[in-house]
């Protein structure tokens, strides 16, 4: 897979929805009916990050039901890429960009969206062919004053902003004309999950499913 056509695959994704739900599961027992709470309330592209025991055993989970379509975060390896495609992700999200990372998805044919968080890693990323970028960390980057900026003089690229991302700016972000979509954890808080609280994270998926998009 060529850097523009992962970059074109992501972009498909991120216009599904205004939100990717990013997604910390410590148990595996919570993924399904996760996946089905927030497909039910409009979000079917799901971020599983790498960061707990549980996660490449809740994406196998996420992949059987209908509708969701799941990707793996916080992939910073190769090793990372391939247990990911090999669990069942469609796609990953990394919170930079190294060349084995970017050799290994393109191998792997895994469409990736990588992280930037500056102009020079932004140039670099796009002179490879990456049109499709993740802005992170978003909010102490400068958020969506500093994306917009970045606007001006990389028009070229498109953007997913994640962190700091809640429902109360993500609109400042949804309106900017470089971005896809944002990034958030809001959608499915930890206390939530832990409660299987299902109903509450539908509610919370439907109202970011109704954010205006860009």
Avoid at 98 to 118: K, M
Avoid at 173 to 194: M, Q, R, T
Wanted: with cysteine; charged share 15%; net charge negative.
């Amino acid at each position: 897979m060529t850097p523009q056509e992962a970059s074109a695959e992501i972009l498909r994704l991120c216009q599904m929805a205004p939100v990717i739900p990013v997604l910390t599961i410590d148990d595996a027992a919570h993924a399904a009916p996760l996946a089905r709470a927030l497909v039910a309330g409009g979000l079917s592209v799901l971020e599983v990050t790498l960061r707990t025991p549980a996660a490449l055993d809740a994406i196998r989970e996420m992949t059987r039901i209908p509708g969701a379509v799941i990707g793996a975060g916080t992939v910073i390896t190769p090793e990372d890429a391939t247990a990911a495609r090999a669990a069942g992700a469609r796609f990953a999200v990394s919170p930079g960009a190294t060349d084995r990372l970017l050799d290994a998805c393109e191998n792997a044919a895994l469409p990736l969206l990588p992280g930037a968080a500056t102009a020079s890693e932004m140039m670099r990323l796009a002179e490879r062919g990456y049109g499709m970028q993740k802005f992170f960390p978003a909010e102490p980057s400068g958020g969506a004053p500093a994306l917009k900026s970045i606007g001006a003089p990389l028009p070229q690229i498109r953007f997913c902003p994640t962190g700091g991302i809640t429902a109360q700016n993500a609109p400042d972000y949804l309106e900017l004309a470089n971005v896809a979509c944002v990034g958030g954890s809001w959608v499915a808080p930890g206390d939530a999950i832990a409660a299987r609280d299902w109903g509450r994270i539908e509610s919370l998926a439907r109202s970011a499913s109704a954010l205006p998009g860009p």
